[in-house]
C-alpha cells in the first residue's frame, strides 16, 4: 500500500464562532473537531501534520492527546491555505507516497472518502479534488471541469459571473501524489481578490504541467464545515443521525431516536432498548438486553447484560452496572461497582463504592463519601439488604447477607448476616395525639376570637 500522510489545516482564526475557544476544539458527539479529523485520518493509516496558528497551544494539545508525537507546524501569519501547507515543508519533503489536505474544521469526513482519493492516486490520477454541491455555493471555490477532469478551481471572489453559475464546489480536501505536491506548491502566488496564497490554484499549475486532475463527488453532509454556531448544530445533527441509524442497523431498538444523542464513542450491542430522552456522554459500553429507560443521562459507565436502567437515572463517570441489576429512577449512580442482580431502585446517591451480587438498596439511601476534602469508600456484600432512608457513613462495610434498618445511620461496620439498628427506639404514647389536637384546636380558636375583638 502507498504511504500517506495527511496534512491538516487548523489555522484559521474562526472569528464567526464568536468564541474564546479555538474553533477546531468546539466538541461534536462530544469530540473536538480536529480530533474526528485525526481520528478518521489515522484509521486510515496515515501519517499526520497539523498546521495551526500562532496562539493555538491549546489545539496543539489536543492533537497531540489524539496523535502523540505528530509533528506540529505554526502558520504565523495566516496568508492563506498554500501558505499554510508550505509550513508542513517538512513533513511532506520527507513524505514516500501521497499526501491528503484536509481541514480542521471539517469533522464529517469519512475514511471510505480518503480511501477512495487514495484509490484514485494509486490509479494514475496525479492529483483528486474532493468536490460537493451545496445548497448555496456562495463563497466556495468552484471546480472548472472538462471532459471528467478538473483543470482549475475558481475561488467565488474571482470567479466570472459564468464561473458562479457552476454548482460543483471544492470542499478543500485535495489529493495529491508527493512529487505532485511538491512540484506546485512554491510556486502558488497571491495575485488575486484576496491577496492570499491559495492551495486551490495548486490545480491550475498542475494541470498546466498536463497532469491527470481527478475529482470526486461526496454528500454535502460529509462536508460540512463548522465555522459558525449554526454550522456547529449542522455538524451535530448530522453527526448525531448518522449514529442512530448506525446502532439500528447493528440491531438496537430506538424508541424514538431523535430524541437519543449519542457521544462519539459510545459502544451499544445489539438486543439493547433506548427509550425517548436519553443521553450519552462519553466512555458508555452497553452489554446485549440491557434497557435504559427515559429520560436518564449516563457518561462514562459500562452497563452489564439485561441491566435496567432509569427512567430518570443518572449515571458519571466509573458506574459500573452488573448484569441483570436494576438502577431506578432518581437515582445517581458515581465511581461504583453495583454487583449482578443488585437493585437500587429509587432516589438514591451511591458513589464511591462497592455492592455485591443480590443487594437491595432501599429508597432513599446516601453513600456518605465525601467530608469536605476526602473521597471514602463503601462496601456491601453480596445479598446485603439496606433498609429506605439510610445512610451509610464511609468509610464503611456491611457484610454479606447484612442488614439495615430502615433510616439508620450507619457509621460502623456491619458484621455478614448481622443486623444493624443506627436510629432511637420508637416510644408510643396512648391518647397524647388527641390531647394535642384538641389544646391546638382551642388555641386556634382563642386568637380568631380576639382578632374579632
Ligand atoms: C477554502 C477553499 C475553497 C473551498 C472552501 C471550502 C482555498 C483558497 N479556498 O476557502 O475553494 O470551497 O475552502 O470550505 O483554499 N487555513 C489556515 N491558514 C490560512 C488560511 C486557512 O490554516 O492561512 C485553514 C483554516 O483553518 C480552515 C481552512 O484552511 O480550516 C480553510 O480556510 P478558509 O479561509 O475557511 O477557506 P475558504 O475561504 O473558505
Known amino acids: 500500500m502507498t504511504e500517506?500522510?495527511?496534512?491538516?489545516?487548523?489555522?484559521?482564526?474562526?472569528?464567526?464562532?464568536?468564541?474564546?475557544?479555538?474553533?477546531?476544539?468546539?466538541?461534536?458527539?462530544?469530540?473536538?473537531?480536529v480530533s474526528h479529523v485525526l481520528r478518521t485520518v489515522l484509521a486510515s493509516g496515515s501519517q499526520v501534520a497539523v498546521v495551526v496558528g500562532p496562539n493555538h497551544d491549546a489545539v496543539e494539545a489536543a492533537v497531540h492527546s489524539w496523535a502523540p508525537g505528530a509533528p506540529i507546524a505554526r502558520q504565523h501569519e495566516r496568508l492563506g491555505t498554500g501558505h499554510a501547507v508550505l509550513q508542513a515543508k517538512a513533513s511532506y519533503d520527507a513524505a514516500s507516497g501521497h499526501v491528503i489536505v484536509l481541514y480542521a474544521d471539517t469533522p464529517l469526513v469519512t475514511a471510505q472518502t480518503l480511501a477512495e482519493i487514495v484509490a484514485r492516486l494509486d490509479g494514475g490520477a496525479d492529483m483528486v479534488v474532493l468536490g460537493f454541491r451545496p445548497k448555496d455555493p456562495t463563497g466556495y471555490g468552484r471546480l472548472l471541469t472538462k471532459d471528467g477532469r478538473v483543470y482549475a478551481i475558481r475561488e467565488h471572489k474571482d470567479a466570472s459571473e459564468e464561473e458562479r453559475k457552476i454548482g460543483l464546489c471544492n470542499s478543500g480536501i485535495l489529493g495529491f501524489r508527493g512529487d505532485t505536491l511538491r512540484s506546485v506548491i512554491e510556486r502558488i502566488g497571491n495575485s488575486n481578490a484576496k491577496g492570499e496564497y491559495y492551495l486551490t490554484d495548486a490545480v491550475e499549475l498542475a494541470a498546466g504541467d498536463g497532469k491527470r486532475i481527478d475529482y470526486i463527488e461526496v454528500n454535502a453532509n460529509e462536508l460540512i464545515g463548522v465555522d459558525d454556531r449554526s454550522k456547529l448544530a449542522q455538524a451535530e445533527a448530522t453527526f448525531q443521525e448518522l449514529r442512530r441509524d448506525d446502532f439500528m442497523k447493528a440491531g438496537v431498538t430506538l424508541k424514538d431516536p431523535k430524541s437519543v444523542w449519542f457521544s462519539y464513542d459510545t459502544q451499544i450491542a445489539r438486543d439493547v432498548t433506548i427509550e425517548?430522552?436519553?443521553?450519552?456522554?462519553?466512555?458508555?459500553?452497553?452489554?446485549?438486553?440491557?434497557?435504559?429507560h427515559a429520560f436518564s443521562h449516563i457518561e462514562g459507565a459500562h452497563i452489564g447484560r439485561n441491566a435496567s436502567i432509569g427512567p430518570f437515572a443518572r449515571l458519571r463517570p466509573a458506574a459500573n452496572i452488573g448484569a441483570d441489576a436494576k438502577v431506578g429512577n432518581f437515582v445517581e449512580i458515581k465511581k461504583a461497582d453495583i454487583g449482578v442482580g443488585a437493585k437500587v431502585s429509587h432516589l438514591s446517591y451511591v458513589g464511591d463504592a462497592t455492592i455485591g451480587a443480590n443487594v437491595n438498596?432501599?429508597?432513599?439511601?446516601?453513600?456518605?463519601?465525601?467530608?469536605?476534602?476526602?473521597?471514602?469508600?463503601?462496601?456491601?456484600?453480596?445479598?446485603?439488604?439496606?433498609?429506605s432512608n439510610s445512610s451509610l457513613v464511609a468509610p464503611v462495610n456491611v457484610g454479606a447477607g447484612g442488614f439495615v434498618v430502615t433510616g439508620s445511620v450507619i457509621t460502623e461496620d456491619v458484621e455478614a448476616d448481622a443486623m444493624a439498628f443506627a436510629r432511637s427506639r420508637q416510644t408510643n404514647k396512648p391518647g397524647r395525639a388527641k390531647e394535642f389536637f384538641e389544646q391546638a384546636k382551642a388555641k386556634k380558636l382563642a386568637s380568631k376570637q380576639a382578632k374579632k375583638v
Open 361 to 387: 438498596i432501599g429508597a432513599g439511601v446516601i453513600t456518605v463519601n465525601y467530608d469536605g476534602f476526602n473521597k471514602y469508600q463503601t462496601v456491601v456484600g453480596d445479598g446485603a439488604f439496606i433498609g
Open 276 to 292: 425517548p430522552n436519553v443521553v450519552f456522554g462519553p466512555g458508555v459500553t452497553i452489554e446485549e438486553g440491557a434497557v435504559i
Open 4 to 33: 500517506l500522510l495527511s496534512i491538516i489545516l487548523a489555522a484559521g482564526e474562526g472569528t464567526r464562532m464568536k468564541s474564546a475557544l479555538p474553533k477546531v476544539l468546539h466538541p461534536v458527539g462530544g469530540l473536538p473537531v
